[in-house]
């Protein structure tokens, strides 16, 4: 049997027979460091999308916009099954550039791009614009998704457009030229679609936002219907933001520790669920995991690019300083604060921090553990330099009196504020 054509897909939904129901999906994070400028979004319309493929997958695209330059991307991408987002919605996403732009206001600046999956009918071809159909799974996710977006960042329904309206380009064909019915009926969905009420008691609510700020949770809707619904979430999330705050702060590592936390607090029992999560929630799974990346990551792509060449010793010594900053009145507190406080630690600015693959150097893991464990070999360091010792010395600051030299190691040189000299920083010390 033929697949749907738009039309009678068309007649199908018009009468407001079609209405939208259920919760937003979560979203699946798979984001590209190409084909996207950072910063600089300010989200003020939402631009849809089709693929213009024949059975592609949201995971499939991300895969291809991470990996091939193709000077086009866009935020987020739908499936029957999954939305993956590809870039984040604090960034530009490029699928709306044109030269000749048709809208009087909507750019990539300030307009989130999603791309629905597409499809070919059987027989047809994607050289002709009116054998694409989208299935109706990826229409309403899309719908949901929309709805989501506009509450989320304030976007009235007149900002919600196609491609076609953004730069005259024929995207999506589903839903523009003969088919532009649907873009009418698409947008009556998503004005009557309303997500699911849910009542949750503050102390949750108040839980997902902190997982929200944490970074650790991406679609807040998907988590605020699960209360009802998930044994123990609350409980979960009770348990698991003390053990993520402090792992931030102090950077304990790995999902082993945040789940021995929650076994502790009697929250799971079953273990082997848990460190399988394809067996259980995918996106449980996935939020220890998150809890793991967070809190190990940024610490280990900080010591790859600072350190990476300065053998284990070397890496201990830079997590030392950073660790001693953290303890110390004069830097901020948290190790995030602590390397991502303005003009300190040169990765963030110059981009290495980004580009780290701290998993191709062993030793880094092992330098965090053994630091983690006490090892402290930084004589109370609280600054490096990679100057060489010329030239620290010619330095007013460096070289100064507000500034001593504790010692040499490899390519780097260790110092302390001198006003510092004989004061313990670490509360154990
Ligand atoms: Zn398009």
């Known amino acids: 049997m033929n697949r749907p054509t738009n039309l009678t897909h068309a007649m199908r939904h018009m009468g407001g027979v079609r209405q939208v129901t259920g919760s937003m999906r979560e979203w699946f994070e798979d984001l590209t460091q190409i084909n996207r400028n950072v910063g600089g979004f300010t989200p003020q319309y939402i631009a849809v999308h089709y693929t213009a493929n024949d059975g592609d997958t949201a995971r499939g695209n991300a895969n291809f916009f991470r990996s091939v330059l193709r000077n086009a991307s866009a935020h987020l991408f739908i499936d029957e099954k999954e939305t993956v987002k590809v870039v984040r919605l604090t960034d530009i996403a490029w699928h709306i550039g044109s030269n000749n732009p048709r809208h009087p206001a909507a750019r990539n600046r300030n307009a989130i791009g999603i791309e629905m999956c597409s499809r070919v009918r059987q027989g047809g071809s994607r050289h002709n614009f009116e054998d694409f159909w989208i299935m109706d799974e990826v229409v309403d ?64 609510e108040a839980n997902v936002e902190h997982m929200v700020e944490l970074g650790v949770i991406n679609s807040p809707y998907y988590w605020l219907e699960r209360e009802g619904r998930i044994p123990h979430i609350n409980a979960l999330l009770t348990a ?62 900080m010591l790859y690019a600072e350190a990476r060449g300065e053998g284990l010793n070397g890496l201990e010594k830079v997590f030392n300083v950073i660790l001693n900053r953290h303890y110390h009145s004069a830097f901020p507190t948290g190790l995030y604060r602590v390397m991502f406080a303005p003009n300190q630690f040169s990765p963030v600015r110059n981009g290495m921090y980004t580009a780290a693959r701290p998993d191709a150097v062993p030793a880094i893991r092992k330098a965090v553990i053994n630091v983690l464990d006490g090892l402290d070999n930084s004589q109370g360091a609280t600054f490096f330099s990679s100057l060489g010792e010329k030239r620290w010395r010619a330095d007013p600051w460096w070289g100064g009196p507000t500034m001593t030299h504790l010692f040499n190691y490899k390519n780097h040189d260790f110092f302390a504020r001198t006003q510092d000299i004989g004061r313990p920083i670490r509360p154990d010390s």
Not at 143 to 148: D, G
Not at 182 to 196: S, T
Not at 248 to 277: F, H, Q, S
């Open 141 to 204: 996710e899309t719908v949901r998704t929309v709805r989501y977006l506009m509450n989320r960042f304030n976007i009235p329904i007149e900002n919600v457009i196609t491609h076609e309206i953004a730069t005259g380009k024929r995207c999506p064909a589903t839903h523009t030229g003969p088919n532009a019915v649907l873009w009418q009926e698409f947008l009556r969905m998503v004005e009557d679609y309303a997500p699911p009420q849910v009542t949750n008691t503050p102390e949750f």
């Open 240 to 301: 698991a933001i003390p053990t993520l705050d402090a792992r931030i702060e102090n950077g304990v590592p790995g999902v082993k520790e945040a789940l021995d936390v929650l076994v502790d607090a009697g929250v799971i029992n079953t273990r082997p669920a848990w460190e399988n999560p394809d067996r259980h929630d995918p996106w449980l799974g996935q939020l220890l995991i998150n809890i793991a990346n967070r809190c190990i990551n940024p610490i280990e792509r």
